[in-house]
């Protein structure tokens, strides 16, 4: 399993239609990781809620202890335990076999700001890389809690197809 947080400079997005709400600026992470698995298993995983709770890994937990399920036209993402209470929502902008596009907002409840998750998967053949980007986070800390959770995530959803050979 390879999980990179990417340090090059970043290509200008191109935010579909509805994107708008997103702030431009504020902060951003790009990560990369690699699994040994096809595109369309790698969608898979990134989308359907059973999968989502088998590699989603929030900060501070030890045990996965996240509840994922899908709504109208997104998805929805709640964590009861020790470290405390997170509800994540948001929608699918863009879904495609090679790019997925949603909006992602924290504390959904409380009307927490929304962000915006841009995801690339390059095929190839047996091996997919995932290009990850999120953007428009309210501030350095929420960026760092960010980081954390898409790291280690990615790193628990290659564990999930095998090694790197």
């Known amino acids: 399993m390879s999980t990179y947080v990417l340090q090059q400079q970043i290509k200008p997005l191109r935010i579909p239609a509805?994107?708008?709400?997103?702030p431009a600026g504020g902060w951003?992470?790009?990560?990369s990781?690699?699994?040994?698995?096809?595109?369309?298993?790698?969608?898979?995983?990134?989308?359907?809620?059973?999968?989502?709770e088998a590699w989603l890994c929030l900060p501070g937990d030890t045990m996965p202890s996240v509840s994922a399920s899908r709504t109208a036209n997104g998805y929805r993402i709640q964590r009861y335990g020790p470290h405390g209470e997170?509800?994540?929502?948001?929608?699918?902008?863009t879904f495609r076999r090679t790019k997925l596009i949603f909006t992602w907002q924290s504390n959904a409840r409380e009307g927490g700001p929304e962000s915006l998750v841009l995801i690339r998967l390059y095929?190839?053949?047996?091996?997919t890389r995932l290009c990850l980007r999120h953007i428009g986070l309210a501030s350095a800390e929420e960026r760092a809690w960010h980081l954390e959770m898409w790291q280690r995530s990615l790193d628990r959803l290659?564990?999930?197809?095998?090694?790197d050979r």
């Open 33 to 52: 990781s690699i699994a040994n698995a096809d595109r369309s298993r790698i969608l898979q995983a990134l989308t359907v809620p059973e999968y989502m």
């Open 86 to 93: 997170v509800d994540i929502s948001g929608s699918y902008q």
């Open 123 to 127: 095929g190839e053949f047996a091996r």
């Open 18 to 22: 509805g994107g708008g709400r997103i």
């Open 158 to 163: 290659s564990a999930l197809f095998g090694q």
């Open 28 to 31: 951003q992470l790009a990560v």
